[in-house]
């Protein structure tokens, strides 16, 4: 915690596969203040954001990228651009998984 700065949050991803779904469901979440969910995180840092990504078994599609690439973009250290988030989603939305 000592390279941590004082007013830092966490964004936390999760991304599974379930075989009871037919598509993909996400949810990308704004906290309006920082909630500390220990049961997730292993270090004492307020959660702002939380980006769930599940979706049906195939091994043609890999959730964990998509994971990857939103952990990329929430660990930027500019501030974060909200319209880039947009977009991203956006796009992401228009993608035909079948």
């Given at each position: ?49 939380l980006f769930i990504l599940l979706g049906p078994c195939n091994e043609h599609l890999r ?36």
């Amino acid at each position: 915690m000592k390279k941590v700065p004082p007013n830092a949050e966490a964004t936390n991803v999760l991304v599974g596969a379930i075989d009871f779904l037919q598509a993909p469901i996400y949810a990308f979440v704004r906290l309006s203040k920082g909630v500390t969910l220990p049961d997730i995180i292993e270090v004492p840092l307020p959660t702002r954001f939380l980006f769930i990504l599940l979706g049906p078994c195939n091994e043609h599609l890999r959730y964990h990228e998509v994971g990857r690439s939103i952990a990329t973009l929430m660990a930027d250290e500019v501030r974060i651009d909200f319209k880039k988030i947009k977009i991203f989603i956006t796009i992401w939305i228009c993608l035909d998984f079948s």
